[in-house]
């Protein structure tokens, strides 16, 4: 009786244009069993290519599939592109670091050059560029953080601290933001508060701002 029960309610399914294995996950019923039952019963040809097209398995094959593509697409890009890149003269180490600051630097202070961002890696790529291309000692450069009022203060500093390489005295008191991280959308972001990374000097500041003035005349 068990059996009618199960054969009549496949036949039910069936007829919604369920597959053998939807029908087999409620019935608990071997594919065999449901071939038997269900020979004269095919679903149309737009229901098995519905089927197929979403084939959990499948796509899932498709999606991994493609991301080995994309990995190896990316791959080939990355070392053509670090061929054709590398290696940097000083001179384009200069002016790639030129072009950061005019973005991302700050304008308005006439003896100060410094750079704000949440991305270590772009702070990471001024101090060197101060460094290299500008002989600034890195003892001398100075950070500041933004922070929220519910980080750990500490933490942070210790996080800057070891991803920059820089002493604890190079660090500044962090201002410390009223509003929440909790209550901040950081999608995209790094979540470690906003890094300032700055070196005084009027003659330097100088020499940045009319680096940039002197591009923006002969280009724009």
């Given amino acids: 009786m068990a059996r009618f029960k199960d054969r009549e309610k496949a036949l039910t399914l069936r007829k919604q244009e369920m597959s053998y294995s939807q029908i087999k996950r409620v019935l608990n019923v071997s594919k065999g069993t449901l071939s038997i039952w269900l020979k004269d019963y095919p679903l149309s040809e737009k229901r098995v290519r519905d089927l197929r097209d979403h084939n959990e398995q499948r796509i ?3 999606r991994e599939t493609k991301r080995k593509k994309k990995e190896k697409r990316l791959r ?8 054709l890149i590398f290696p940097l003269t000083k001179r384009e180490f200069f002016l790639a670091g030129l072009f950061l600051y ?3 630097g700050s304008k308005t202070a006439e003896a100060n050059i410094s750079v704000s961002n949440t991305d270590p890696a772009i702070i990471k790529l001024f101090i060197k560029w101060l460094i290299i291309c500008l002989d600034v000692p890195r003892e001398k450069i100075r950070i500041q953080l933004h922070l929220y009022s519910d980080m750990d203060i500490d933490k942070e500093v210790a996080y800057w601290q070891k991803t920059l390489n820089l002493a604890k005295n190079q660090f500044r008191k962090s201002y410390i933001k009223k509003s929440l991280k909790s209550r901040i959308n950081h999608k995209g972001s790094f979540g470690h508060g906003t890094c300032s990374a700055s070196i005084g000097g009027a003659r330097l500041a100088e020499r940045i701002h009319v680096s940039i003035k002197a591009i923006t005349d002969k280009y724009l």
Avoid: A, D, P, V
Avoid at 76 to 83: L, T
């Fill in 60 to 62: 899932e094959r498709c």
């Fill in 76 to 83: 080939g890009y990355y070392i053509k592109q670090k061929k």
């Fill in 102 to 104: 005019w973005g991302e």
